[in-house]
């Protein structure tokens, strides 16, 4: 079975600054990554995800994660953030083959002026 | 496009009683699944359903907790009787196919429920 550990429960963060949630996997077989992120009140939305190929995955507002295999991590990084990037973030996990997504326990971001 | 939809989007109950939620996932995605995220938590997924036959229902307690997806389309939750622990938000998901590749998972935006 798949699980997935991030590393940091609350990150505060400037505006402008620069923010990375770590994300950490386990899994005895392949994997497709994803970050979801998830505003106050509201569902969860896919931000990027990694099937295969280049292991630097762009994704919406800015977003971007890099897969590494042999740290079996999958890091989302924003170089400047704005106050609307408050809110909390989700990595998950799904081995290849199967349908069950595994998320990670959240990290909550505050983006402060 | 229309995103997954789910209602009611609060409910507050007490112990004992019970408690429905409905979802409708997005036109034409075959899955649909039903996830509980505790306070504190990431999502934790009760039951998957695929049209309308139960793909995992594992995570689900089953003595207390009932899922139903008719015409493979709506689906309800059902909490009966609920506990304190119940207290959590129900999200609804949907996705194109069979789920088992890299296929992208669309969120409702969720029933908050509140046991007293």
């Known amino acids: 079975a798949q699980s997935v550990t991030q590393l940091d429960s609350q990150v505060p963060v400037f505006e402008e600054a620069p923010v990375e949630l770590r994300c950490n996997y386990s899994?005895?077989?392949?994997?497709?990554l994803f970050w979801y992120v998830q505003y106050p009140n509201q569902g969860l939305q896919l931000l990027l995800k990694?099937?295969?190929?280049?292991?630097l995955v762009k994704g919406i507002n800015g977003f971007e994660a890099e897969f590494n295999k042999s740290q079996t991590s999958f890091h989302l990084r924003k170089p400047s953030v704005h106050i609307s990037d408050t809110a909390e973030y989700f990595c998950?996990?799904?081995?290849?083959?199967?349908?069950?997504?595994?998320f990670g326990a959240g990290t909550t971001v505050t983006v402060r002026a | 496009e229309a995103g997954v939809a789910q209602s009611p989007r609060y409910k507050i109950i007490e112990k004992r009683q019970s408690v429905a939620f409905w979802c409708n996932p997005i036109?034409?995605?075959?899955?649909l699944y039903w996830y509980q995220q505790i306070l504190g938590q990431g999502p934790k997924l009760l039951i998957q359903?695929?049209?309308?036959?139960?793909?995992?229902d594992s995570q689900l307690p089953k003595d207390r907790f009932s899922a139903e997806r008719l015409k493979g389309v709506d689906s309800t939750l059902k909490i009966q009787p609920a506990k304190l622990e119940d207290s959590a938000v129900y999200l609804c998901?949907?996705?194109?196919?069979?789920?088992?590749?890299?296929?992208?998972?669309?969120f409702g935006p969720g029933t908050r429920l509140l046991v007293l």
């Open positions: 990694y099937l295969s190929g280049s292991t």
């Open positions: 899994s005895s077989v392949s994997v497709y």
């Open positions: 359903f695929q049209n309308n036959g139960v793909v995992d």
């Open positions: 998950a996990v799904k081995a290849a083959g199967d349908y069950k997504l595994s």
């Open positions: 036109s034409g995605h075959a899955t």
């Open positions: 998901a949907s996705s194109l196919s069979s789920g088992g590749t890299g296929e992208t998972q669309y």
